[in-house]
């Protein structure tokens, strides 16, 4: 990719940070755009003629062609990078997980960090269920780090990229990381890897 990609995204939205942090680490050139999501920046009607859909992160490739949904927008940027394995059953694995973060993960996690942290909602307003279930995604998270030191076995791959967004956030949306060691080894190991830094809070 010679050409620069136009990203479309907001600094605070982890599923925006996928795609920054994949494009950085594989050096891939692109010019971003800052979309205020709770301002209603995806609701423009200049944004919604790219994306009908009203989503970030959006991409818009040198010939006018657009991508959207961040886990089918970094598994494209990193087709034939060490971020995606080779063989089959592996790569399987690393989709299996990033599949589930959209389903299991993000649903729960990062729609209660959104309304606690953005919405400014009171604990007792929201859905018990966000809670529940974010902690149940936790904690399948903690049993398999136990047992390896990435998310789709012994190698960084897109699957730690796609859930490390939000756990890593997940304290704004008042999950206690505490109780997951595991989970705490693997965030800075992540993070080392990509070469984020550490979370210091949201943009």
């Known amino acids: 990719m010679a050409e620069n990609l136009t990203i479309y995204g907001d600094p605070g939205s982890g599923n925006c940070l996928k795609v920054k942090w994949v494009t950085d680490h594989l050096g891939i050139p692109a010019t971003w755009h800052t979309i205020d999501v709770p301002g209603g920046g995806t609701r423009d009607p200049a944004f919604l003629a790219l994306n009908p859909a009203g989503r970030v992160p959006l991409v818009v490739f040198p010939d006018g062609e657009t991508l959207s949904e961040s886990n089918a927008i970094i598994i494209h940027l990193a ?52 809670a529940e279930r974010g902690g149940d995604a936790l904690r399948l998270m903690q049993g398999t780090l136990e047992r390896s030191a990435f998310m789709a076995g012994d190698a960084l791959t897109l699957a730690d990229v796609a859930l490390v967004a939000y756990t890593r956030m997940a304290h704004e949306g008042g999950f206690d990381l505490a109780a997951y060691p595991a989970i705490r080894a693997w965030i800075p190991r992540v993070e080392a890897g990509l070469g984020i830094g550490l979370y210091t809070g949201p943009a």
């Open 79 to 130: 087709e034939g990078s060490a971020l995606v394995p080779e063989a089959a059953r592996a790569r399987a694995r690393m989709l299996q997980w990033m599949f589930w973060e959209q389903y299991s993960h993000e649903p729960y996690i990062a729609v209660r960090r959104y309304q606690l942290h953005y919405l400014k909602r009171a604990p007792e307003e929201l859905d018990p269920k966000l």
